[in-house]
């Protein structure tokens, strides 16, 4: 029985994931955003208990695969899809527009399953990470006083801009760093200790309306080192 405890945690983040869909589909998106942030949670959890009780499966990599299509795919297309028609798009553009992200999510992970080369890094934009941009967005909307989040939360043009570009970032081939430090030491973990003093700095500057600017400061951190790790080997005598 103990040996089920990751895969019942990856089953309750997929039920984090589907009551996201049912309150983005209700129009409810600051619940759907907080069922998405409980997935979250609930994936870094199954992974830490699997490595924990040793209780790595071939059922589990695929049953978490799953989850993570529904939750941090299917979840913030849902979303995505509320806040367009609530903007003003018709019912079937909003659904084409909203789409892509479900989409291209489950393509990103098919690819990350069977791409040995991100262990330790990923290669576009991590699910989760396309999620958490789409919430940041209705989080600051709703906690932040910055109008112009009421404002791109309401706009079609922007939403679908959005939704094009999670899209691309989950699927094109850029290093993009993970979060998982294996040491201390800074050799190693320049992006992740410069990402954190961002996130920091963000949410003492900011607060709430700091959420999607995070996003943004993890992206270019990305796109930053990975151009440098490219010209690197050209700086060599």
Do not use: H
């Amino acid at each position: 029985m103990i040996k089920q405890i990751p895969n019942t945690l990856t089953l309750l983040n997929l039920v984090a994931g589907f009551a996201a869909t049912i309150y983005a589909v209700k129009g409810y998106n600051e619940y759907a955003a907080f069922c998405i942030m409980a997935g979250m949670l609930l994936d870094f959890s199954d992974g830490f208990a699997a490595r924990l009780l040793k209780a790595w499966s071939s059922i589990g990599r695929d049953l978490d695969s799953l989850a993570d299509v529904v939750t941090f795919g299917l979840a913030p297309g849902a979303v995505l899809f509320s806040l367009l028609v609530t903007a003003g798009m018709s019912d079937l553009p909003a659904f084409a527009v909203s789409a892509l992200v479900p989409a291209a999510s489950a393509l990103r992970l098919a690819i990350f399953n069977n791409d040995t080369t991100q262990s330790s890094s990923f290669r576009g934009m991590a699910t989760p990470a396309s999620a958490f941009t789409v919430i940041s967005f209705v989080l600051a909307a709703e906690y932040s006083d910055n109008t112009i989040y009421d404002s791109l939360t309401a706009s079609p043009w922007f939403l679908s801009l959005l939704s094009l570009a999670l899209a691309v970032l989950m699927l094109i081939r850029t290093r993009m760093f993970s979060l998982k430090i294996t040491g201390l030491q800074w050799q190693g973990n320049e992006e992740r200790y410069i990402f954190a003093a961002s996130v920091v700095l963000l949410l003492v500057l900011f607060r709430a309306a700091a959420l999607p600017l995070i996003m943004a400061a993890y992206t270019a951190i990305s796109f930053v080192s990975a151009l440098a790790r490219r010209r690197a080997p050209a700086s060599l005598p």
